[in-house]
C-alpha cells in the first residue's frame, strides 16, 4: 500500500512539472517588428545627411495560433518617397499552414500583385550558444542560408511555440524575435509581444488578391522585370523570401 502511495505521489509530480513545463509556452499571440533598410547601402540613389535617415522603417505584424500564421505590414500614409521606394522593396502578406508547410503569400512588385502559393522554403538551421534578450523573451542565435548565398542570422525563443519569423522565414525550435540578412542589408526587431491566449484567434486570413503563380515562376518574372536595377540578384532573391 504505501509502494502504491509513493507510485501516485511519482505520478501527479511528474504530470505536475510537465504541465508547468507546458504553461511556459504561449500558442496565441501577436508580434510587432520594426523593419529597417540601410537604403543608403542598398541603393546608389539614396542620399541623406541624417544618420538615422539613411534607414527605411516599416513595422509589421505577425500573428499565430500555432497552427496557422499571418505576417503582414502595418498601414502607414503612403507618399511620394514611399512609391519610390516600393520600386526597390517589395511587400508581402504571407500566411502560413504551419502543420502543412505551405504559405500563401501576396507579393506586392513593381506595381503588380502576385499571389503565391508553394511550400515553405526549407532552410537547414545551426544553433548557436550566444542568448540576448528581444522584447522580454531569450533568444538564442541561429544561422542558416537561404539559395545558397544569402546568410539569415536569427534570435528565436522557445517560449512562443510556434516556428515561425519574418516573411516565410521558418523551422526553428520557437518563433523568432530578431533577424538580420546582411545582403539585403535589412534588420527585423520584435518591439512588442502581445499574448493571445484568453482570446486566441480562430481564423487567420488568407490574402487572395493577385496573379496566382509559384515561386519558380515569379522567379523567371522577376529575373525578367529586374533586368536592368544594379545587382538585380538581390531584389530577386528578396521578394523570393
Known amino acids: 500500500m504505501r509502494h502504491l502511495i509513493f507510485k501516485l505521489f511519482g505520478i501527479i509530480q511528474c504530470l505536475a512539472i510537465a504541465n508547468i513545463a507546458k504553461a511556459q509556452f504561449i500558442r496565441n499571440y501577436e508580434v510587432i517588428y520594426e523593419k529597417k533598410i540601410n537604403m543608403e547601402k542598398l541603393s546608389k540613389w539614396w542620399r541623406s545627411d541624417d544618420k538615422d535617415g539613411k534607414f527605411w522603417k516599416d513595422n509589421f505584424k505577425l500573428k499565430t495560433n500555432s497552427q496557422f500564421s499571418s505576417y503582414e505590414r502595418v498601414e502607414k500614409d503612403i507618399s511620394e518617397e514611399s512609391n519610390w521606394v516600393w520600386g526597390h522593396v517589395s511587400y508581402s502578406q504571407t500566411f502560413i499552414d504551419i502543420l502543412g508547410g505551405q504559405q500563401t503569400s501576396q507579393k506586392e512588385v513593381s506595381e503588380k500583385t502576385f499571389l503565391v502559393q508553394d511550400s515553405i522554403p526549407k532552410l537547414q538551421w545551426y544553433i548557436q550558444d550566444e542568448v540576448r534578450t528581444i522584447a522580454g523573451y531569450p533568444c538564442r542565435k541561429a544561422m542558416t542560408k537561404f539559395k545558397d548565398s544569402v546568410v539569415i542570422v ?15 522565414v521558418t523551422g526553428l525550435p520557437g518563433t523568432i524575435l530578431g533577424m538580420v540578412i546582411p545582403m539585403f542589408e535589412t534588420t527585423w526587431l520584435a518591439t512588442t509581444v502581445t499574448s493571445l491566449e484568453l482570446n486566441p484567434s480562430k481564423v487567420i486570413p488568407q490574402p487572395k488578391k493577385g496573379e496566382k503563380t509559384n515561386l519558380k515562376a515569379l522567379e523567371d518574372i522577376l529575373q525578367k522585370t529586374y533586368k536592368e536595377y544594379d545587382k538585380p540578384y538581390k531584389l530577386v532573391l528578396r521578394v523570393l523570401l
Open 154 to 168: 536569427a534570435y528565436f525563443t522557445e517560449q512562443l511555440y510556434a516556428p515561425i519569423g519574418p516573411e516565410s
